[in-house]
């Protein structure tokens, strides 16, 4: 194996060293850093995604990787993420400010040093409170687009 790949396990137990799931093509996986104000910000505009702005850092158009996404969202006072769902599971982990993560109808208060484990299709919403709120949340998905958002329409 060489230093810049790793090893795999596929469906079947096969070890893949350094290839990639999809592509069964071996490939170079760089290091990278980013910093969050070189990301675009994205959000704040549309009505099913409530008041929610957020930043992919990594897994998103500026910087894919292939196991994961992670990002910085941001609230403002009294900002609101609706009811929604997903299949790939989420954490959220408070940043600055505080609100409450409703997850199936429990509610979980959120604030600098928290950390939330949100289920795959467990329904869920962010209330931020009068000082607005900010967390990091990750996903175990390769991009941020293949995440598909169920809002409380048609959530179940």
Partial sequence: MQPNQT???????KILDGC???EMQCRKRDA???HVEHVPQEGGDDPAYGTVRWRTLM????????????GI???GPEGLLPAHRHSSAEFYFGLSGSGVVTVDGVAHPISE???IYIPGDAEHSVNASAEG???AYGFAESCFDNIVYRFSDNAT
């Fill in 133 to 135: 709120l900010r967390f």
């Fill in 32 to 34: 990278f850093s980013v």
């Fill in 20 to 22: 990639d799931f999809e």
């Fill in 73 to 75: 969202a941001e609230y």
């Fill in 59 to 70: 897994g998103g158009e500026q910087r894919e990787t292939p196991e994961f996404v992670f």
């Fill in 7 to 13: 090893s795999q396990i596929d469906v079947d137990g």
């Fill in 113 to 115: 040093g928290i950390a």
